[in-house]
Nanobody, 125 residues
Framework: VQLVESGGGLVQNGGSLRLSCAASGPSFDSYAMGWLRQAPGKEREFVAAISWSGDYTEYADSVKGRFTISRDNSKNTVYLQMNSLKPEDTGVYYC???????????????????WGTGTQVTVSS
C-alpha cells in the first residue's frame, strides 16, 4: 500500500485547506484510515479517523467542528477538509492506513501500519 498526500500549503488564520490522500494497492475499501499531524518539536498526534465504509468518524477535540474527514472508495482516496484554520494547526499532516481488516482503528498511531510521507500545512497569524 502506498499513500500519497497532497493539498497542503500556506494559509492565513481562519482560512481553509482540503487535503487528499491517494492510496494504491488492492482492497482500499477494507482499510480503516486516519489523519495525524506533527508540529515541530512535538509528538505525532491524532487528528481524525474514518471507518471502512465512511459511516463512522472520530475527531480530536482540538479540531472538532472545524475539520471533516471523508473517503471515496471508488477513487481510493481519503480527504480532510480543514476550515477555520488556526496557527496551532501548523504541522506536517500524515495519512495512515490500517490494513489488518479492522473496520475502524481509532486514534492511536500504533494502529496504523502504512503511512504517507506527509504534507506541510502552515497557518500564519
Amino acid at each position: 500500500v502506498q499513500l500519497v498526500e497532497s493539498g497542503g500549503g500556506l494559509v492565513q488564520n481562519g482560512g481553509s485547506l482540503r487535503l487528499s490522500c491517494a492510496a494504491s494497492g488492492p482492497s482500499f475499501d477494507s482499510y480503516a484510515m486516519g489523519w495525524l499531524r506533527q508540529a515541530p518539536g512535538k509528538e505525532r498526534e491524532f487528528v481524525a479517523a474514518i471507518s471502512w465504509s465512511g459511516d463512522y468518524t472520530e475527531y480530536a477535540d482540538s479540531v472538532k467542528g472545524r475539520f471533516t474527514i471523508s473517503r471515496d472508495n471508488s477513487k481510493n482516496t481519503v480527504y480532510l477538509q480543514m476550515n477555520s484554520l488556526k496557527p496551532e494547526d501548523t504541522g506536517v499532516y500524515y495519512c495512515a492506513a490500517d490494513s489488518s481488516g479492522t473496520a475502524y482503528s481509532g486514534s492511536s498511531p500504533k494502529a496504523y501500519d502504512y503511512w504517507g510521507t506527509g504534507t506541510q500545512v502552515t497557518v500564519s497569524s
